[in-house]
T-cell receptor
Framework: NAGVTQTPKFQVLKTGQSMTLQCAQDMNHNSMYWYRQDPGMGLRLIYYSASEGTTDKGEVPNGYNVSRLNKREFSLRLESAAPSQTSVYFC??????????FGPGTRLTVL | AQSVTQLGSHVSVSEGALVLLRCNYSSSVPPYLFWYVQYPNQGLQLLLKYTSAATLVKGINGFEAEFKKSETSFHLTKPSAHMSDAAEYFCAVTHGGTSGSRLTFGEGTQLTVNP
């Protein structure tokens, strides 16, 4: 079991560029999440998907879109990157136990 | 709305000393509470969780936490710190409900262990 995988691990963008962060889980979990981590602010929820076919906004959704492609995959898209989106992005998934399992993260820098 | 406050963004202890990381929560419904650990350049790993069973919860690597409803606290402890415990620790609470387990995180506490 790979658990939760994320690609890419690192990315540098210029302001205005777009990109998609990929996330996949092999634990047959229904729910998936995207967080961003900034120094001194903990993790903040961007979007989540409670089950295949549904997505909902979290605490900080502005500037992002998501797609729950199937039960395994949940992608996060930045349509026009801004320096304020420089952060570490984590994907997570959960089944029926409320425990979330996290991927290794993507470090994104927007210049 | 639910929230978590971690008291102390940085905690420093000597190897072999007691580790105490503080977490207070606010919740309008009975909470589920979690402690996660993050080692440098890695994702978050679950240390332990409270889900309304025993109030004293034991986790991995010798850590434990006690749920105290009267104090709205869920402090993390370890009797004897090891160098390998140096990491960032996050307390989190769920929103509950049926549409996924939305976690609200505290700001994190960086633990340093001195030789």
């Amino acid at each position: 079991n790979a658990g939760v995988t994320q690609t890419p691990k690192f990315q540098v963008l210029k302001t205005g560029q777009s990109m998609t962060l990929q996330c996949a889980q092999d634990m047959n979990h229904n729910s998936m999440y995207w967080y961003r981590q900034d120094p001194g602010m903990g993790l903040r929820l961007i979007y989540y998907s409670a089950s295949e076919g549904t997505t909902d906004k979290g605490e900080v959704p502005n500037g992002y879109n998501v797609s729950r492609l199937n039960k395994r995959e949940f992608s996060l898209r930045l349509e026009s990157a801004a320096p304020s989106q420089t952060s570490v992005y984590f994907c997570a998934s959960s089944g029926g136990s409320d425990t979330q399992y996290f991927g290794p993260g993507t470090r994104l820098t927007v210049l | 709305a639910q929230s978590v406050t971690q008291l102390g963004s940085h905690v420093s202890v000597s190897e072999g000393a007691l580790v105490l990381l503080r977490c207070n929560y606010s919740s309008s419904v009975p909470p589920y509470l979690f402690w996660y650990v993050q080692y440098p350049n890695q994702g978050l790993q679950l240390l332990l969780k409270y889900t309304s069973a025993a109030t004293l919860v034991k986790g991995i690597n010798g850590f434990e936490a006690e749920f105290k409803k009267s104090e709205t606290s869920f402090h993390l402890t370890k009797p004897s710190a090891h160098m390998s415990d140096a990491a960032e620790y996050f307390c989190a609470v769920t929103h509950g409900g049926t549409s996924g387990s939305r976690l609200t995180f505290g700001e994190g506490t960086q633990l340093t262990v001195n030789p």
